[in-house]
């Protein structure tokens, strides 16, 4: 398995661009997450879905979006990127929750963006 | 939301030193994480510690539930420990799976 694979690694953009950061996951968790970290802090979640088709909310979802059509891919869109979003990207994924299971969330590389 | 304090911020160690690290939760959790960030980014999950205690070779962790926080010893230290130790924390439900709150982090540097 692969595992949580993101694409591109690194990418600059210009003040005012789009792009999709990509992230596609082979081990059939129906969980995914996007998360964003910000130089020197924590991670925060910017949107999760629990399934195809399912998406929502987290933390910090202002200027992205996301979709969900398939279990393995979860694509995250940037639309008229701005300063602020400039952060390493972080896709991770998990199982279904199962009683007496300890189900860890699996990351991706991550994607590092940079907005000038 | 839940809030996730973690000390001390920084840390320098010696190599060989010991240390503990410690993270506060404002609420109640079933699921707590300790990762490992590497000098390259890379995030690896060292323990899922949602109560009780564990170990795994030099690192062992202990979360006391009730009174919401849990700590990670790093013993004989590495200059491979160095990086960035984040504590993550949870509640599992169907709806959001187990997402996480992530601390600010612990930012360690073992010198030789």
């Known amino acids: 398995n692969a595992g949580v694979t993101q694409t591109p690694k690194f990418r600059i953009l210009k003040i005012g661009q789009s792009m999709t950061l990509q992230c596609a996951q082979d081990m059939n968790h129906n969980y995914m997450y996007w998360y964003r970290q910000d130089p020197g802090m924590g991670l925060k979640l910017i949107y999760y879905s629990v399934g195809a088709g399912i998406t929502d909310k987290g933390e910090v979802p202002n200027g992205y979006n996301v979709s969900r059509s398939t279990t393995e891919y979860f694509p995250l869109r940037l639309e008229l990127a701005a300063p602020s979003q400039t952060s390493v990207y972080f896709c991770?994924?998990?199982?279904?929750?199962?009683?007496?299971?300890?189900?860890?969330?699996?990351f991706g590389p991550g994607t590092r963006l940079l907005v000038l | 939301g839940i809030q996730v304090e973690q000390s001390p911020p920084d840390l320098i160690l010696q190599e060989g030193a010991n240390s503990t690290l410690r993270c506060n939760f404002s609420d109640s959790v079933n699921n707590l994480q300790w990762f490992h960030q590497n000098p390259w980014g890379q995030l690896i999950n060292l323990f899922y510690?949602?109560?009780g205690t564990k170990q795994n070779g030099r690192l062992s962790a202990t979360t006391v539930a009730t009174e919401r926080y849990s700590l990670l010893y790093i013993s004989s230290s590495q200059t491979t420990d160095s990086g960035v130790y984040f504590c993550?924390?949870?509640?599992?439900?169907?709806?959001?799976?187990?997402?996480?709150?992530f601390g600010g982090g612990t930012r360690l540097m073992v010198k030789p």
């Open positions: 993550a924390v949870g509640y599992n439900n169907n709806n959001a799976g187990n997402m996480l709150t």
């Open positions: 991770a994924s998990s199982p279904p929750l199962r009683t007496g299971y300890q189900e860890t969330q699996y």
């Open positions: 510690i949602p109560s």
